[in-house]
């Protein structure tokens, strides 16, 4: 339980938002030449990391917009929020 | 057995104020080097290393465990036992435990309280009603009880329930599996880790793995908080940290770890005999032998290792629990927490070798592995002996998610996800 900076909106309770799971996983450009290998890793296959984690957030009850946020997972605090086709910050590893 | 637990045994020491009782496990030193290890002394870890030494004749194992054996999801869920599932993948794995815990205080000398007070499953709308029916004909067909109860039926099975038709989501029926029930979590881990170390397993407590050491494509051993151990057989039991471990070998799994909250009220007397669970409005309950409601909550939809769980999350549960049981309005809760459960993509456990020999992966239970631990430890206790796979669990390997062949139970198993 926390609360997230919505980049719109602002401060508001992470019961507004929905979890989009871990972020920058690019969509194969090309589905068709893709092995089973590459769509198992695509599809399924997570960091999971515990600690710091670059993940996506959408608005569901507030704006609707999708953000990203960088997140310690081991002890749900929020380091930093920024804008969907933004650059991550390149201070957390 | 050392020391055989029976009547006898609790007269002789009743006669010397319970001051003899022999230590139920070993606290040693790490060996330099194991045949196996196990990483991870919970219920599922400490089974694995007793059918090793039981069936396999391994008995240079030890069992690594971070915190203290039992302290994680073992101690932490809701105790629910059943094999009710839909897939025949499924069937086979879960009614393997369930055969197994039927005799496991008697296999154990240990009294694990397993008790058969049955599960029943609540619909609530008409989809409900068609995929429960749906699931009890395919557990007949493998050979699992289960049996459909109208609305009557239901009422009369746990009067308490509320079945008028008036409310948000009211009671159109549900199923029963009678052997399924509930069992003592902590007395599981504390039976095994007794049994395993009767035969020679090392349970090493307070010792967390750092690294995996391996050249190639061969794992060589162990850096621990305990020093380096050399083994060339490594069993993963790490649940909701198994991506962690993973990671120190350099793979990925396809797993998310999410917090899963379970709430206990005041001790009261005797009141529900029996668990209802009841997935369209997520809430699950029985009653355990002290008189404390145990409820089971969801779990949080973000990745996380906190061990805390959002507070919306219970009070839906809560709300759920006051529609459907009016008389628990009073109820005051004594305790919640969470545990972190690492959850599949198809909701299916993984029991499986990898790519890198002799490393071997027992994980992905997400929010209900209680129930299997007896048949988890027994098939993954197969797998690391003999680098194959049980026929039991050659379904649920890593490889599913690259071939397709997934065991999908999301809603269909009558899980309360």
Redesign the interface.
Known sequence: MFLINCPFCGVRDQSEFSSGGEAHIVRPKQPTELSDDEWAEYLFMRKNIKGIQFERWNHAHGCRKWFNVVRDTSNDKILSVYKMGEKPPVNYK | MKNKYSVFSLIKNALSQHENWQQAWGNPEPKKDYDAIIVGGGGHGLATAYYLAKKHNLKNIAVLEKGWIGGGNTGRNTTIIRSNYLWDASAGLYDHALKLWENLSQELNYNVMFSQRGVMNLAHNLQDVRDLKRRTHANRLNGIDAVWLNTEEVKKFCPIINTSPNIRYPVLGGTLQRRAGTARHDAVAWGYARGASDMGVDIIQNCEVKGIKRTGDKVEGLETTKGFIKTNKIGVVAAG?S??IA?MAGL??????KPLQALVSEPVKPIIDTVVMSNAVHAYVSQSDKGELVIGAGTD??????Q?????IVEETLKAILELYPIFSRMKMLRQWGGIV?IC?DASPIISKTNIKGLYFNCGWGTGGFKATPGSGDLFAHTIANDEPHKLNAAFNLNR????DLVDEHGAAAVAH
Do not use: A
């Not at chain 2, 990925?252 to 770890?257: D, G």
């Not at chain 2, 939809?301 to 906190?306: A, I, K, M, N, P």
């Not at chain 2, 998610?401 to 397709?404: R, Y």
């Open positions: 940290h991506s962690v990671n990925k799994l396809p797993l998310e770890s939809s973000y990745v996380s290792y906190t805390r769980g959002s507070h919306n690492d993509p998610f690259v071939s397709g």
